[in-house]
């Protein structure tokens, strides 16, 4: 490599400039919104600066179950896509990554992400979120239609890629809204937004309540090969904070039946059977959810499943303030007080039980993969509210792996499954030319050092946001390396 002056300017710096913009953000909170987009793309500039070269990384633990391999051997990639896998002799024009000791698998594929953008900067923006996803090891993110305005047209759909392709530093495939502006009034031009990229379609944040409505969508989704990815909560049994249970009722606190979820994974798992139309449950929570998942596909109806990182490893005991992960074997976080803002997410955490279900639902293959739901909000939303009027959502992008990777080291699972979840599975899903290295597949690629421990702090994170409970816990396991097409989009050493 070629070495810099002292004085240089070199990617890292932009890098880091990009951080610290991140960084004035959580400070100042709401207040970023006034951040000019001449500011915003000047922080960010480096997301499009192409690094691409010859690159061979050596010495790995390569995990691809694509192609069914696990062993130690060399990748090269040439031209942004991956060349060859083996034992291989540097090249005289290659840079060579000394990967010993790492893990170097198929880049992640994150289907649920709030980007924010356009409309809630202040949240985050397509530069931020994209590098949150680039740090935690994702190189495609699914976004969700909840920008203001909503992603309910073709011009809309335009705009966001625009601004995805000037500020993004990962691949980033919308989804479409269900309904005009998400308010369930009236269906969408669902041929015309698939024709526009949409790879899916979704109210999420809100549920689709007319049922003719979801039957239309269902009905298109057979034609376009698309999914209907709904946020299953039946709005009149809502209301709450928290899961309603026995924590719930401890605190004295408003709290959600997990009947709320259950209903409407039915109501829509009939409407699926009805038309054959491929039904994607977002987030499920509850294991009774799983279960009437298992039911629906041994019945034939097209119905996947997601599960997030924070249901199979937290339970509604951390409203309480616990913070012991559950499934795992790891170090008992520092107790905090009660009704943390940061432990508020919708679905919200349920039980142990429930958190064993899922787990085993995800390992039979009831539930497909695993997604993230990145839902960053900016600190007067979270910390400058009580409990119960605080925002819903975590912050994910960065900690799914350090949780999944917990999961592995408790012989939950294996590191090819997780593997399988996280890249491989949804790229199968939605037919995408990614989630594996074989030889001609674009070098889309994530290198992880599993045993790297660091503590999550609101500085250590690139996303804008930092509302996550796993703040100043000590984790284990972090993407050291992110490549998207060749291009090096994250960097940890």
């Given at each position: 490599?070629?070495?810099?002056?002292?004085?240089?300017?070199?990617?890292?710096?932009?890098?880091?400039?990009?951080?610290?913009?991140s960084?004035?953000?959580?400070?100042?909170?709401?207040?970023?919104?006034s951040?000019?987009?001449?500011?915003?793309e000047?922080?960010?500039?480096?997301?499009?600066?192409?690094?691409?070269?010859?690159?061979l990384?050596?010495?790995?633990r390569?995990?691809d179950?694509?192609?069914?391999?696990?062993?130690?051997?060399?990748?090269?990639?040439?031209?942004?896509?991956?060349?060859?896998i083996g034992?291989?002799?540097p090249?005289?024009?290659?840079?060579?990554?000394?990967?010993?000791g790492?893990?170097?698998?198929?880049?992640?594929?994150?289907?649920?992400v709030?980007?924010r953008?356009?409309?809630?900067?202040?949240?985050?923006?397509?530069?931020?979120?994209?590098?949150?996803?680039?740090?935690?090891?994702f190189?495609?993110?699914?976004?969700?239609?909840?920008?203001?305005?909503a992603?309910?047209s073709?011009?809309?759909?335009?705009?966001l890629?625009?601004?995805?392709?000037?500020?993004?530093?990962?691949?980033?495939?919308?989804?479409?809204?269900?309904?005009?502006?998400?308010?369930?009034?009236?269906?969408?031009?669902?041929?015309?937004?698939?024709?526009?990229?949409?790879?899916?379609?979704?109210?999420?944040?809100?549920?689709?309540?007319?049922?003719?409505?979801m039957?239309?969508?269902?009905?298109?989704?057979?034609?376009?090969g698309?999914?209907?990815?709904?946020?299953?909560?039946?709005?009149?049994?809502?209301?709450?904070?928290?899961?309603?249970?026995?924590?719930?009722?401890?605190?004295?606190?408003?709290?959600?039946?997990?009947?709320?979820?259950?209903?409407?994974?039915s109501?829509?798992?009939?409407?699926?059977?009805?038309?054959?139309?491929?039904?994607?449950?977002c987030?499920?929570?509850?294991?009774?959810?799983?279960?009437?998942?298992g039911?629906?596909?041994?019945?034939g109806?097209?119905?996947?499943?997601?599960?997030?990182?924070?249901?199979?490893?937290?339970?509604?005991?951390?409203?309480?303030?616990c913070?012991?992960?559950?499934?795992?074997?790891?170090?008992?976080?520092?107790i905090?007080?009660?009704?943390h803002?940061?432990?508020?997410?919708?679905?919200?955490?349920?039980?142990?039980?429930?958190?064993?279900?899922?787990?085993?639902?995800?390992?039979q293959?009831?539930?497909?993969?695993?997604?993230?739901?990145?839902?960053?909000?900016?600190?007067?939303?979270?910390?400058g509210?009580?409990?119960?009027?605080?925002?819903?959502?975590?912050?994910?992008?960065e900690?799914a792996?350090?949780?999944?990777?917990?999961?592995?080291?408790?012989?939950?699972?294996?590191?090819?499954?997780?593997?399988?979840?996280?890249?491989?599975?949804?790229?199968?899903?939605?037919?995408?030319?990614?989630?594996?290295?074989?030889?001609?597949?674009?070098?889309?690629?994530?290198?992880?050092?599993?045993?790297?421990?660091?503590?999550?702090t609101?500085?250590?994170?690139?996303?804008?946001?930092?509302?996550?409970?796993?703040?100043?816990?000590?984790?284990?396991?972090r993407?050291?390396?992110?490549?998207?097409?060749?291009?090096?989009?994250?960097?940890?050493?």
């Amino acid at each position: 490599m070629t070495a810099h002056s002292r004085g240089a300017y070199t990617l890292r710096d932009t890098r880091l400039e990009g951080i610290r913009g991140s960084l004035h953000d959580k400070t100042i909170g709401g207040v970023a919104a006034s951040r000019t987009q001449l500011d915003r793309e000047a922080v960010f500039f480096w997301a499009w600066m192409s690094v691409n070269q010859d690159l061979l990384l050596r010495g790995g633990r390569v995990v691809d179950p694509s192609i069914a391999l696990d062993r130690v051997a060399d990748v090269r990639v040439h031209n942004g896509v991956v060349a060859e896998i083996g034992r291989l002799d540097p090249e005289r024009t290659e840079r060579v990554v000394d990967a010993s000791g790492l893990v170097v698998a198929p880049g992640l594929i994150d289907v649920h992400v709030h980007l924010r953008e356009p409309g809630q900067e202040w949240k985050e923006t397509i530069g931020s979120g994209t590098a949150a996803a680039a740090a935690g090891g994702f190189t495609t993110v699914f976004c969700m239609p909840n920008t203001e305005p909503a992603l309910d047209s073709v011009v809309a759909l335009e705009e966001l890629k625009r601004r995805t392709t000037r500020d993004g530093l990962v691949r980033v495939r919308p989804i479409a809204a269900i309904s005009e502006g998400r308010r369930g009034q009236r269906p969408v031009d669902f041929g015309a937004l698939a024709t526009a990229g949409a790879v899916g379609f979704s109210d999420d944040g809100e549920t689709t309540r007319d049922s003719g409505i979801m039957l239309q969508a269902l009905e298109a989704s057979c034609v376009l090969g698309l999914p209907v990815m709904v946020h299953c909560e039946d709005a009149g049994l809502t209301g709450g904070a928290m899961h309603e249970g026995e924590t719930s009722r401890m605190l004295g606190l408003r709290a959600i039946s997990a009947a709320a979820e259950e209903v409407i994974i039915s109501r829509d798992i009939a409407l699926a059977r009805l038309t054959g139309g491929w039904l994607h449950i977002c987030h499920v929570s509850t294991g009774v959810g799983a279960d009437l998942i298992g039911m629906a596909k041994r019945q034939g109806a097209h119905v996947t499943g997601e599960v997030m990182p924070h249901h199979l490893t937290m339970t509604d005991e951390w409203v309480a303030g616990c913070r012991q992960l559950t499934n795992v074997d790891e170090p008992v976080g520092r107790i905090v007080p009660t009704a943390h803002p940061d432990t508020k997410v919708n679905p919200p955490l349920r039980t142990r039980n429930d958190t064993s279900r899922l787990l085993n639902a995800l390992k039979q293959g009831t539930i497909d993969i695993v997604a993230t739901d990145h839902a960053p909000h900016s600190r007067p939303e979270k910390q400058g509210s009580h409990f119960l009027n605080a925002a819903f959502g975590l912050v994910g992008s960065e900690l799914a792996l350090p949780l999944m990777l917990a999961l592995v080291r408790a012989g939950e699972m294996t590191l090819s499954q997780v593997i399988g979840w996280l890249s491989v599975i949804p790229a199968r899903l939605w037919g995408m030319n990614a989630g594996t290295l074989k030889p001609g597949a674009p070098a889309d690629i994530v290198v992880i050092d599993p045993n790297e421990t660091w503590r999550s702090t609101p500085e250590q994170l690139a996303s804008r946001a930092a509302n996550t409970p796993l703040i100043g816990m000590k984790l284990r396991g972090r993407a050291q390396m992110t490549l998207v097409g060749g291009d090096e989009r994250h960097r940890a050493w």
